[in-house]
Structures are given as structure tokens and as C-alpha cells.
């Protein structure tokens, strides 16, 4: 009873199930932002009207989150989830395994740009590599510090700086890049035939 009466009072809106609790700070923002409106002077919005708003602005991972950071005495902080692959790695599987590693999009672009050992700041990989999100590319960079490829510097300086620099487990890796550079060179012609036309060459 407790619990809900701190939420009511400060939370913008509670999900639970099919049902949305409107806290007294959410009504308070809401006729803020959507003053009552009238037609012909008559007809107010109605509940649905305003459920559906609170539904659009609020999901209901992230209240749950901040319940169960208030239940454990946390602060009232949503963080984002974190992804989590659906498939398991097939251990019995080589090759599968190394896939795992540089898999993903950038990742064998990242050890490439940082092969010759010199190290990097964030901000010099996303020049690098302007196609990348840089979300996303953070995201991968966290993952290969995490898997041993690379290495994460931090300098205790104001403002702060960091660099990345390759693992001798990820020099390990950079044969394998050379093979599929090479491999790419020479069926350059299946990329014209296959993205020719879609890039106007």
C-alpha cells in the first residue's frame, strides 16, 4: 500500500497487465501537455484518449525496472536492457565459435583499423568507419574488450580520455581478415553483379 502510494504520488503512470495506474505526476504533465479540449463545449477527452497516451510514452520494462529498483532500495533508474542472443553458441562447433568473435558487422573492420598495434580513441575508429552508428559501434567495441580482442585504456585526465588497442589474441585474427581481403579482391565481380545496379555502377 505503502509502495503504491509513493508511486502514485510520483511516477507519471504504473503498468500492470491490461490496466495503466495514473500517478498524480502524470495527470499533473498531461494536462500540461494536453490541455482538456472541447467540442462544442461539451465532450472533454475521454479516459481511453488519455490511457493511450500514457501507453505511447511509457513501456511497461521500464516501470517494471523502476519497481524493482525501488523494492531493492536502488535509485529510481531506468537503464536500458541489455541484449541477449537467442541462439546459443554451439561449442561443439569451430567454427561457429570463431564466427562468434567477428560476427557481427564492424567487428573485423575494427581489428583492421587497429592491426598495426597503434592504439585509438574512440572518436579516430568512428572517423574510420563514418557508416557506423556510433551506438552500435560502441556496442561491439564493448564486446570485444569483454572478449579479449582488444583493450580499453582509460586516463584519469579532465576531460576523460580512453584509447583502444589489439590483443595479441586479436592479432591472431588479422590472417583471417587478410584471407577474406584477398578473397574480396578477387570476386570483386560478384559484388558489381550482386550491387551494381543498386548503387548506380
Not at 529498483?69 to 553458441?89: R, T
Not at 579516430?124 to 564486446?143: F, M, N
Not at 580482442?149 to 590472417?175: A, D, N
Amino acid at each position: 500500500m505503502y509502495l503504491f502510494d509513493f508511486l502514485n504520488d510520483n511516477c507519471v503512470a504504473i503498468a500492470s497487465g491490461s490496466e495503466t495506474h495514473v500517478g498524480k505526476a502524470g495527470a499533473c504533465w498531461l494536462s500540461h501537455q494536453n490541455p482538456p479540449q472541447s467540442y462544442n463545449g461539451n465532450i472533454s477527452k475521454s479516459s481511453t484518449e488519455k490511457l493511450f497516451i500514457y501507453r505511447k510514452i511509457i513501456r511497461y520494462m521500464e516501470i517494471r525496472q523502476l519497481l524493482t529498483n525501488f523494492a531493492i532500495g536502488k535509485k529510481n533508474i531506468i537503464e536500458p536492457m541489455a541484449y541477449e542472443k537467442k541462439i546459443p553458441v554451439d561449442l561443439d562447433c569451430p567454427l561457429r565459435l570463431t564466427m562468434s568473435l567477428i560476427e557481427s558487422k564492424w567487428k573485423s573492420c575494427i581489428l583492421d583499423e587497429l592491426r598495426n598495434g597503434q592504439p585509438l580513441r574512440p572518436s579516430e575508429i568512428h572517423k574510420c568507419l563514418p557508416e557506423a552508428a556510433p551506438r552500435v559501434l560502441d556496442i561491439q567495441l564493448k564486446e570485444m574488450v569483454e572478449d579479449g580482442l582488444i583493450t580499453k585504456t582509460i586516463y584519469p585526465e579532465l576531460p576523460p580520455r580512453s584509447e583502444y588497442k589489439i590483443t595479441e589474441l586479436g592479432q591472431s585474427l588479422v590472417p583471417i581478415i587478410d584471407q577474406m581481403l584477398k578473397w574480396g579482391k578477387e570476386h570483386f565481380y560478384i559484388f558489381e553483379r550482386k550491387y551494381g545496379s543498386k548503387y548506380g555502377k
